[in-house]
């Protein structure tokens, strides 16, 4: 069933979290509906606020941005990576430490705006690496980074997606470029500051008021993962790095409170459902270890119990569809109706 028959589930939350790549825009325009669904919470006079892990853009150049696309925001809205860890270093080192930075241009400028200096090499004698997403990182600047961390220096990464979203599918985003350093260095980093670590949606519900936030995310094992991380209720929608077959596969601390293909679930009760469900028209019978999905019905009904099914076995089974109803439903999640 929907997530409260009847109910938008907006109405139940003071603030509304947005990721931002896959949820709000792909790369530099905005994923259709996006634009209306913000309009309308501001129209609404709820708070909004944007998280994300992206370290190449400052939180005034997203607000920008945003604003350009037709979703007008403050910076103060905006929780980026790259502010967090200039934060972290502020607190941890004297002022005009010099820190070596990986990343963009947005990465060295919030460690100035935090009285640090950033350098590129490692003979200039970084107290700290701090390492972000940036186009133009190469292998000249990871190698000033393992130098520096062989000497000392605290390594501190924005975040750790493995991929970010693109018009031509998933490319390596900066979980790639510290996996090399990871290497390596034989080590992790010794923080990891964006999602799933839970400061950034933290932060962000301490600025609801005392209500409750909602944090709506595309990627299960950063913006759902850090949600539930943070105590906070979350919106799995299917516009971005992950689908149904990553949802059905999730472990527990990566599983969202709700699903809907797009952020009309926000205002939509029949375009929302709450995972994992029961749902009457649907039902899911185990078969020698695979699943059938028998019945007619709303698609995101057959979802919820099909998340029921999958999460109460130690491995996601077959699932097969019985009926043209059936094999619908799952071809329209992405997933083959015949097993």
Known sequence: MSADAGKRLVDGYTMVVFDLDGVIYLIDRPIPGAVDAVARLHAEGRAVAYATNNASRRSSEVADLLTGMGVPARPEEVLTSAAASAELLRDRLPAGAPVLVVGAEALRAELRAVGLTPVSRADEKPAAVVQGYGPQVGWADLAE??????SGAIWIATNTDRTLPSGRGPLPGNGSLVAVLRTALERDPDVVVGKPEPALFETAARRSGGGRALVV??????DIEGARRAGLDSLLVLTGVHGVPDLLAAGPHRRPT????DLAGLFDPE???AVPGQAAGWSVTDRDGSVELAGSGRP??????LCAAAWSVPELPTIRAVGADAAHALESFGLPSGG
């Open 145 to 150: 980074a393992s130098v520096a961390v062989r």
């Open 217 to 222: 995310g595309d990627r299960l094992d950063t």
């Open 258 to 261: 709700y699903v809907a293909r």
């Open 271 to 273: 375009g929302v459902v």
């Open 300 to 305: 995101l009904d057959a979802l919820a119990a």
